[in-house]
Each structure stands twice: as structure tokens, then as C-alpha cells.
């Protein structure tokens, strides 16, 4: 079966169907609402076969729906009944977990997302754990204050980094990981990836999607595939980018 997936961000809605060569995309902003989101995602999925959907939403996600309307979108994301709009049975999950799933190789695997905030999930073997560590309490304000956007410009490139570099020694160690993947627009701005890290790459959030309808009943989604399909428009891996390779067998299921 084949399945749409959709990437919500705070400039852009990305979209790609499993078996599609190339992704589409359209602006987003403070305007969107989900009515004229689905609008225009069939608007350009019209030639495409999808039976499923999952969604990657940039906020909180509980039971299958959101719980907080975005911060950088449009109103009336809570309540929104996307089934009924898509006419086919939808898989909601925050943003960064969809990324962390796509990016996920094995073990315990932490994501973080550098944009406008920080987004952050885990993957412990093969569960997704969204989280919200953005939010947490550092220094004079919270993690996000350092290593989000707002960060970057009242620190400046060279302190930024050094912030990525203290958070994360901070957090391989406290949640035992085997190595953390980071992403988002901002991470290009570092000149190295801490030790233990790898960066990520656009594609990741629409394998993630992908991955969110595997069973015993629905084939994998191949990664080559995935990346064949955005290969003109991804991020390439950070050219300095350090990583230890995890060869602990496949996934074993994701919590949508």
C-alpha cells in the first residue's frame, strides 16, 4: 500500500508519496490553517496513488492528534478531523520524532532539530519517544533559548557552538546513548559535528512517515528508494560529520 507523506514546517509543507520520484512542496506560514493545508496538498498530490497518510506535526502529539495549535501556523489544528478530510486513515506524529524515525539505524538514537526552536525525539530500540527538551531549564532560561534561532543570534556563531558542544557531552552520557543525529536548517552553521554525532538529511522525515505503516502486513520502505526521490533537493551529510555505526539488527516497531 502505498503512503503519503507529509513534512509541516514553519516556511514550507513537503510532501512525498512511497514510489515517487521527486517530492512537492508549497509555503506555509502563519496563515496556514489545516483546511487549506489538505487543500493544496491534493491539489498537488492529484496524480499520485496513496492509500495512507502520515503527517509530521510541529507540536505536541497525543493519541493520534494534536494537542497544542503551532506556534508558526495558522488556528485550528486541535479538533481538526484529518481522516475525514483525507478520506483515508491518517498516522500523526510530532515533526522531529517522524525525522527520528526515518534517521533511526539502531539502538538508543537521540535527535535533535536546529531551526527555529529545537526539536528533539528518541528511538530506543526501534520505539519512538518524542520529546520536548527544548524546554527544559539551562542557564538563565531554557535549551531552546541557547541552541534555538533566538540562541544563534544573540550568542553568535562561535558561542552557539560551543553551546551544541556542552548540551550534548551533557546528554550522551545521561540517556546512555549510542549517538545522536542532528538536524534542521540551522546545523549547517556548525564547522564540525560534536564526536558521537552524524547529521541527518531531508529525506529522513519522509522515510519516517513511511515507516510509521510498517506491520506485518505492509512491506518496508526502502532507503535508497526514499533518498532517490530527493536526491536533487537534500541536504549532502555535513562534510565533517564523525559518527560510530550501529550494527544492532533492524527496527522493531514506531509508536505513531
Not at 539502538?107 to 531551526?115: E, I, Y
Request: with cysteine; aromatic share 8%; charged share 25%.
Amino acid at each position: 500500500m502505498d503512503v503519503l507523506a507529509v513534512d509541516i514546517g514553519g516556511t514550507h509543507v513537503k510532501i512525498l508519496a512511497s514510489g515517487q520520484e521527486e517530492r512537492q512542496e508549497f509555503e506555509s506560514g502563519p496563515k496556514l490553517t489545516p483546511q487549506a493545508m489538505v487543500a493544496s496538498i491534493k491539489k498537488l498530490a492529484k496524480d499520485w496513488k496513496y492509500d495512507l497518510v502520515s503527517i509530521g506535526y510541529p507540536g505536541p502529539v497525543r493519541s493520534n492528534r494534536p494537542v497544542t495549535e503551532p506556534r508558526n501556523l495558522g488556528k485550528g489544528w486541535v479538533g481538526f478531523n484529518f481522516e475525514a478530510a483525507f478520506r483515508r486513515p491518517v498516522r500523526i506524529i510530532n515533526d522531529a520524532a517522524m525525522q527520528a524515525l526515518g534517521s533511526y539505524r539502531g539502538g538508543t538514537m537521540l535527535f535533535l532539530g536546529f531551526g527555529t526552536g529545537v526539536g528533539s525525539a528518541m528511538v530506543i530500540e526501534g520505539v519512538v519517544v518524542p520529546f520536548e527538551l527544548g524546554q527544559l531549564c539551562y542557564k538563565n532560561g531554557t535549551l531552546e533559548d541557547y541552541l534555538g534561532l533566538r540562541g544563534l543570534q544573540r550568542l553568535g556563531k562561535k558561542k552557539w557552538r560551543q553551546e551544541v558542544e556542552i548540551c550534548i557531552s551533557r546528554l550522551v552520557p545521561a540517556f546512555r546513548l549510542d549517538e545522536v543525529v542532528l538536524g534542521g536548517g540551522n546545523v549547517k552553521k556548525l564547522k564540525r559535528l560534536p564526536d558521537g554525532c552524524r547529521g541527518g538529511d531531508n529525506v529522513d522525515a519522509f522515510l519516517g512517515g513511511f515507516r510509521l505503516w510498517e506491520d506485518e502486513h505492509l512491506p518496508r520502505s526502502p532507503r535508497k528508494k526514499a533518498l532517490s526521490a530527493v536526491r536533487k533537493k537534500s541536504n549532502p551529510p555535513h562534510q565533517n560529520q564523525k559518527t560510530r555505526l550501529i550494527q544492532k539488527g533492524t527496527m522493531k516497531g514506531a509508536a505513531a
